[in-house]
Each structure stands twice: as structure tokens, then as C-alpha cells.
């Protein structure tokens, strides 16, 4: 479980970190223009981390799955070897979608407007600015981004369709809370996850909905990457007695 998170917690660094310095070195010089080649290389490193996101929270459920489901044949089903295997695939995905993308966008030409209505390079983006035809990006991404969404989502969803089936069966009420509560950080991480995406990339954009577009590029690429760990962190017990002796002796110095 700590090897997925992790993972996950260095791919929420990477991708903000494809941003975040580039947008604040903009606000600080008032500068708002980017190279083409510098462009494409940020769009390049985004989709490639987020893509592989997707699949290590798919490889996440499976965990919690086996978690509570088979907990007693965890250690053997979840070996090192095992994770180790989930965790090349996901990183080789994500190498891959990210790549196809890439190599597609090379073949854009821009002739008229200039002016990315976000505050960094995406794909989408990039597609509305080019003057060449676009169809075999538009497709590529359409049958490449929603399959992979509809691949990762179902991966996703299936395990705790299980795990709930578990759950139900279980007398206890103890029993029943302390396996929701193992789920409960990835169901809420998914959820943010997954709900900017669906909008960003799924809601036709319009000039209407640049502004809340941009903000909600914002929340998916440094709001989420930041609270994941924070999400996380609230169910570990000896973090959350920290939290609280930090608390008292800070009133207490103040008192």
C-alpha cells in the first residue's frame, strides 16, 4: 500500500512541478509567452504523468481490494514483485500515451491566433490554435483518451464493486466502518481526480468557458497534486496525534 502511495505522491510533485514553476515565473516577470519546442516538451511531461496517474489509481483499487477482500492473503498476492511489475506497467502506459500524443501534435502548424487561453500548454489547447486539419488529432484523442479514461475508470471501478459486496456481508458495524474507512482517501482522490478531468476535457469548450476552464486547469494540475497528500495523511493516526500536540503547544505558548 505505502509503495503505491509513494508513487503516487512523486507523480503529484512531477506533474504540478510541470507547471507551477513556469506559471509563477510568468506572474513574477509579467511574461506571457512560451517557445514552441518548450510548449510541446510541458505538454509532453503533463499528459505523460497524469496518464499514469490514471493507471496507478486503478492499480490502487486492485490493492484496496485485495486489502479487504483477501486480507489474510495479502502479503502473498501483493508481493514486491508484484507491485514492482504494476507499477513498470503504469509508467510505461502513461511513456507511451504521452509519446503517441506528442508525435501527432509535430505535424501542427500555426498560422493565426497565438493565444493559449490557459496557463499552460495542453493538448486540447494546442488542437483549437492549429490551422492545420486537425481531424486525426481530434480522433487520435477521442478513441486514444477515452478509451485509456474508460480502461482506467473501469479498472477503478470494479474492485469496489467487490469490496462492497465484501462489506455488506460483514455482521460487525466495526467491521463494516474500519473497511470503508481503508477506502475512504482513494475514493476521494479518484472522485477529484476524475470529476476535472471529465469537465476539462469532455465539456465542449466555448469562449463562455475558457475562464472557468483555465480555473478548473488550475484545481487538476496544482490544487489536487497538493491536497492528495494532505487526503492521505488524515487517516494516518500518528500523524493526526502530531497535528494535535503541535496544536497544544502552540495555544499553549501563545496562552
Known sequence: MYFFLGNLAFLDM??????????????????????YPA??????????????????????????YVAVCHPLHYIQIMSWKVCAQMISVVWIFGLLYSLMHTLFSL????????????????????LHLSCTD????????????????????????????QIISTVFKIKSIDGK???????????????????????????????YLFVLNSLLSVIYSVINPFLNPLIYSLKNKDLIYAFKRVSLSTLRCRL
Open 107 to 126: 505535424r501542427l502548424t500555426f498560422c493565426n491566433s497565438n493565444i493559449i487561453h490557459n496557463f499552460f500548454c495542453d493538448l486540447p489547447n494546442l
Open 39 to 64: 510548449c510541446i516538451t510541458q505538454m509532453f511531461f503533463f499528459i505523460y504523468f497524469a496518464s499514469a496517474e490514471l493507471f496507478l489509481l486503478a492499480a490502487m483499487s486492485y490493492d484496496r
Open 177 to 207: 466502518r474500519k473497511a470503508f474507512s481503508t477506502c475512504t482517501s482513494h475514493i476521494t482522490v479518484v472522485s477529484t481526480f476524475y470529476g476535472s478531468i471529465i469537465f476539462i476535457y469532455f465539456v465542449p469548450t466555448t469562449s
Open 14 to 35: 512531477s506533474y504540478s512541478s510541470v507547471t507551477v514553476p513556469r506559471m509563477l515565473s510568468d506572474f513574477i516577470s509579467k511574461s506571457t509567452t512560451i517557445s
Open 134 to 161: 486537425t481531424f486525426i488529432n481530434f480522433m487520435v484523442a477521442f478513441v486514444a483518451g477515452g478509451g485509456l479514461g474508460m480502461v482506467a475508470f473501469t479498472m477503478t471501478v470494479l474492485p469496489y464493486v
